[in-house]
């Protein structure tokens, strides 16, 4: 079982249409952070969340933490083949080591013009 | 140079080779990781490294060996792989471990094949 479950695993839509992603955890985080990795490329950061009910947008995207800081998702708007990619979502949280990232399975959306 | 830089781009290997991946950042960060990500699976913690020290093992076989000179460049050294370690390695880093709101800085991967 996955510490951070993200749904879909998979999303293929057409350009103009809106999404949303979700990513659920019965553990509580002390941050989240939204990752979006394209083919050949590493993860590149969007967005971190940190206060439980904070909602942060980026032009066409928008991030909300849930209440209880177990959950996240991130809407599209009006969804372009640029946002074709793996959406990642992070979870910080303590161990002996300190803060370490725990990561989602990942949404791979394709959006199709 | 900027970033995270992972080299080779591309690596195909035999089960009885020895090869090394190399990571570099010019980012001044003190924490470097290598992550495996490989298909259908969620992006997997391998090592962890802060101020050169390694201080976090994820119970990784010992075909995997890293290595972390300083705090710019990590390596993760490979012998007598399986097939089933063929996946992109990651390389990220992060100013500091142990602090809040950890970002990491990614860098392109290593597509590692093993025949």
């Known amino acids: 079982t996955q510490l951070l479950e993200q749904s879909p695993q998979f999303l293929s839509i057409q350009e103009g249409e809106n999404l949303t992603v979700y990513c659920n955890s019965s553990?509580?985080?002390?941050?989240l952070q939204w990752y979006r990795q394209e083919p050949g490329e590493g993860p590149v950061l969007l967005v971190t969340?940190?206060?439980?009910?904070e909602v942060k947008k980026l032009k066409r995207l928008t991030f909300q933490f849930g209440d209880a800081r177990k959950d996240s998702s991130l809407h599209i708007t009006a969804a372009q083949p640029g946002d074709t990619g793996l959406y990642l979502c992070a979870g910080d949280m303590n161990n002996n080591a300190g803060n370490m990232l725990t990561f989602g399975g990942g949404t791979r959306l394709m959006v199709k013009p | 140079e900027t970033g995270v830089t992972q080299t080779p781009r591309h690596l195909v290997m035999g089960m009885t080779n020895k090869k090394s991946l190399k990571c570099e950042q010019h980012?001044?960060?003190?924490?470097m990781y290598w992550y495996k990500q490989s298909a259908k699976k969620p992006l997997e913690l391998m090592f962890v490294?802060?101020?050169?020290?390694?201080?976090e093992n994820n119970s990784v076989p010992s075909r995997f060996s890293p290595e972390c000179p300083n705090s710019s460049h990590l390596f993760l050294h490979l012998h007598t792989l399986q097939p089933e370690d063929s996946a992109l390695y990651l390389c990220a880093s992060s100013p500091f471990l142990g602090r809040l709101n950890t970002e990491a800085f990614f860098g392109q991967g290593t597509r590692l094949t093993v025949v």
């Open positions: 490294y802060n101020f050169k020290e390694q201080t």
């Open positions: 553990s509580v985080f002390s941050s």
């Open positions: 980012l001044g960060h003190n924490a």
């Open positions: 969340v940190v206060t439980g009910g």
